[in-house]
C-alpha cells in the first residue's frame, strides 16, 4: 500500500482530497504544517507528499524541504514564479488549486509508477537519454516546463512526447497557429540526448523564396550576385542538435529535394559547391496545412512527405482544452504585469468568465495579446475584462452567429477554410483590426492571408 503525507492548513481545499484518497486504498496521514509533520513522522517512510504552498511559503531560509519522497506542491494563488521555484526545488507537479480529484489522482499515481519502476543507477553505459527522461519529462506541463496544460488532451500529448523524445526520429508537429508548435519542438529538445547541442528554430514562412535554400544549406562565396563570402547556413549550425522548420508545408520544391537529401544521405551541400558535407540533425517540423492534399496537388513532394511522417503529434487548439484556458490566462496576466511595470493583479471571476466565453480562433497566441491588451489598458485597482477588447464582447451578435455559422462547417475543416470562412462570414460587421483581433493576428498578416486566399475585401452580393 502506497503511503501519502498531506501537509495544509485545516481551511485548505487540498483537505478535501484525504477522504476520497483514503477510499482509493491509499494510506493517508495530514499535518497543518511542514514542521508538524517533520515531528510527529519519518518522512522519508512516504511514498509521496502533497504541500499546499501556504504551508511552506514562510519557510525561513534554514529550513530545508525534504529531498524524498517525491512530492507534489499545490497553490491557491498559483504564479508563474512560484511554480518556476517549486520545480527548481524538487517539487515533480505545480498544480493549481483547486483541482478536481480526477487530475490530481491522475497525477498522484504518475509518480508513484515512477517510483515503483526499475532503479537503475546512472553508469557509462546508460544512455545519456534515460537520465535526462527521468528526471524532466515529468515536468511537462508546468511553468517550469515552458509548456502549460493539465488538460486530458494536453496529458496524451506530453505522453507521446516523453516516448519520442530520447530517439531520434524525425517528428511532425500539426495544430492550428497559435498553439505552440515551437514550445513543443523545443520541449522534445530539451528532453533528449542532444540537449548539450543547439536547437536551430526555422520559420519557412518567413524567408524570401530565393534566399531560402542559401539560408538553410549556405553558400559558396561567388554562387549568386550579392555572395561575397562563404555561408555555412542553418542545417548545419544546428549539428549534433535539432532542426526544427515550422510552416514546413512553404518550403519551395527545389529545396524540398535539398532535404530530402539531408535526411536520407545525412549531408549538406552548399549553394554552388562541388562537395558535401556531413551533417547529424534531428529534424522536427511544424504545419498548419494539408501536407496530402499538397502532396496531391503538386505543391509538396510525397517521398519528403513520408520522411517527414515517421511521428507525428497533433496540438489541441485552446478552446478545447478546458481549465487549462483558465491556468493559462492567470500566468500570462502575471507575465503581462511584470512586462509592463504594473501590480500583479488579482484574476478575478469576472475576467475569468470573459476568458471562458471566447472562442479563441487564434489560440494560445491570442489569449496572451488580448491580456496584455488588458493589462495595458486596465485602471491600478484591478483587471477590467472588457479591457480584453474581444470581438466577442464588443459584438454579442457576432459570437452568436459565428458560432451558429461555425457549426455548418464540415469536419476535416483546414485552418485556411477557417480564416476565409469567418473573414467572410463576419466582415461585414467587424473592422479591420476587430477581424484581426478575433483571429488573434495582426492586420498586417491578415492582409497577407487575404492575398494569399484571394479574400476580397468587401462581400458582393
Not at 511532425?172 to 547541442?197: C, D, F, Q
Not at 532535404?259 to 554552388?272: A, D, F, S, Y
Request: proline letters at 5%.
Amino acid at each position: 500500500m502506497h503511503s501519502i503525507m498531506i501537509i495544509c492548513p485545516d481551511h485548505s481545499p487540498l483537505k478535501e482530497s484525504e477522504k476520497w484518497l483514503s477510499r482509493y486504498g491509499f494510506q493517508v496521514n495530514t499535518s497543518q504544517s511542514l514542521e508538524q509533520a517533520k515531528k510527529y513522522y519519518e518522512l522519508s517512510e512516504f511514498n509521496l507528499l502533497l504541500i499546499d504552498q501556504e504551508a511552506i511559503q514562510h519557510l525561513n531560509s534554514h529550513t530545508e524541504l525534504p529531498n524524498q519522497p517525491r512530492r507534489i506542491v499545490l497553490d491557491t494563488k498559483a504564479s508563474l514564479s512560484t511554480g518556476v521555484n517549486s520545480m527548481a526545488q524538487g517539487a515533480v507537479f505545480y498544480l493549481p488549486l483547486p483541482t478536481d480529484s480526477e487530475t490530481l489522482l491522475k497525477h498522484v499515481v504518475n509518480v508513484l509508477e515512477q517510483d515503483d519502476a526499475p532503479n537503475i543507477t546512472p553508469s557509462a553505459q546508460t544512455p545519456p537519454n534515460q537520465q535526462i527522461t527521468k528526471e524532466e519529462a515529468l515536468t511537462l506541463g508546468t511553468p517550469g516546463s515552458g509548456i502549460i496544460g493539465q488538460s486530458p488532451l494536453m496529458q496524451d500529448l506530453f505522453s507521446d512526447m516523453r516516448k519520442i523524445a530520447g530517439t531520434d526520429v524525425t517528428v511532425l508537429i500539426r495544430g492550428e497557429s497559435g498553439t505552440g508548435k515551437e514550445l513543443v519542438a523545443k520541449a522534445l529538445h530539451n528532453l533528449s540526448r542532444r540537449h548539450n547541442h543547439p536547437i536551430i528554430s526555422v520559420n519557412c514562412a518567413a524567408i524570401p523564396e530565393n534566399l531560402i535554400e542559401s539560408e538553410l544549406f549556405g553558400h559558396e562565396k561567388g554562387a549568386f550576385t550579392g555572395a561575397n563570402s562563404s555561408h555555412d547556413g542553418l542545417i548545419y549550425a544546428a549539428d549534433k542538435g535539432t532542426l526544427f522548420l515550422d510552416e514546413i508545408g512553404e518550403l519551395p520544391l527545389e529545396a524540398q529535394a535539398r532535404l530530402l537529401r539531408v535526411l536520407q544521405e545525412g549531408e549538406i551541400r552548399k549553394v554552388g559547391a562541388t562537395q558535401s558535407t556531413k551533417v547529424n540533425i534531428r529534424l522536427i517540423t511544424a504545419t498548419h496545412r494539408d501536407l496530402i492534399a499538397m502532396v496531391k496537388q503538386g505543391l509538396f513532394r510525397e517521398d519528403l512527405y513520408y520522411r517527414l511522417y515517421v511521428m507525428e503529434l497533433l496540438l489541441p487548439p485552446l478552446r478545447d482544452r478546458g481549465d487549462d484556458i483558465s491556468m493559462l490566462a492567470q500566468i500570462l496576466l502575471e507575465k503581462a504585469c511584470q512586462k509592463h511595470n504594473k501590480p500583479i493583479y488579482s484574476y478575478n471571476r469576472t475576467f475569468d468568465k470573459a476568458i471562458r466565453a471566447h472562442n479563441w480562433p487564434g489560440n494560445v497566441r491570442e489569449l496572451e495579446n488580448a491580456i496584455e491588451r488588458a493589462v495595458i489598458l486596465s485602471p491600478l485597482e484591478r483587471v477590467e475584462a472588457a479591457n480584453l477588447k474581444l470581438a466577442s464582447q464588443q459584438n454579442t451578435s457576432h459570437t452568436t452567429d459565428s458560432a451558429a455559422s461555425n457549426a455548418h462547417l464540415p469536419k476535416g475543416t483546414t485552418l485556411d477554410d477557417y480564416f476565409k470562412h469567418f473573414v467572410l462570414t463576419h466582415q461585414h460587421k467587424m473592422t479591420e483590426t476587430q477581424l484581426a483581433h478575433s483571429l488573434g493576428i495582426s492586420r498586417k498578416s491578415l492582409w497577407e492571408r487575404r492575398q494569399k486566399l484571394a479574400i476580397p475585401k468587401k462581400v458582393t452580393t
